[in-house]
């Protein structure tokens, strides 16, 4: 059971669609939300704190947009043991999976 989930995208119709899809649940849950964002944006700040405690992330990215993403991964995640990374569809080239 996660204590907050946030789902973060570049596109903003995303997050809007994923909102609407999120307001037809009764109750709305309060442990949810969506935030537009530029990961690989050096400004996204608060994206970023949230990424630094996260204890799971869930990413559905293709390798190119893996490989841009993982050095900013490595420094925010630096201090954080017990976050686990989950790739759907590929793998984040150089790190050995955990099973």
Same mark, same amino acid.
């Given at each position: 059971?996660?204590?907050?989930?946030?789902?973060?995208?570049?596109?903003?119709?995303?997050?809007?669609?994923?909102?609407?899809?999120?307001?037809?649940?009764?109750?709305i849950?309060?442990?949810?939300?969506?935030?537009?964002?530029?990961?690989?944006?050096? +400004? %996204?700040?608060?994206? &970023?704190? #949230?990424?630094?405690?996260? @204890?799971? *992330?869930?990413?559905y990215?293709? +390798? %190119?947009?893996?490989? &841009?993403? #993982?050095?900013?991964?490595? @420094?925010l *995640?630096?201090?954080?043991?017990?976050?686990?990374?989950?790739?759907?569809g590929?793998?984040?080239?150089?790190?050995?999976?955990?099973?």
């Open positions: 059971h996660a204590s907050h989930s946030t789902g973060i995208d570049v596109d903003s119709a995303l997050i809007e669609m994923a909102q609407q899809r999120l307001g037809k649940r009764h109750p849950p309060e442990n949810i939300e969506f935030v537009q964002a530029d990961l690989l944006s050096e +400004e %996204e700040n608060e994206v &970023k704190d #949230k990424i630094a405690t996260s @204890t799971v *992330l869930t990413m990215f293709v +390798e %190119e947009a893996l490989q &841009k993403l #993982k050095p900013s991964l490595e @420094t *995640l630096s201090a954080n043991t017990t976050c686990r990374i989950v790739t759907c590929y793998e984040m080239k150089g790190w050995k999976p955990s099973w």
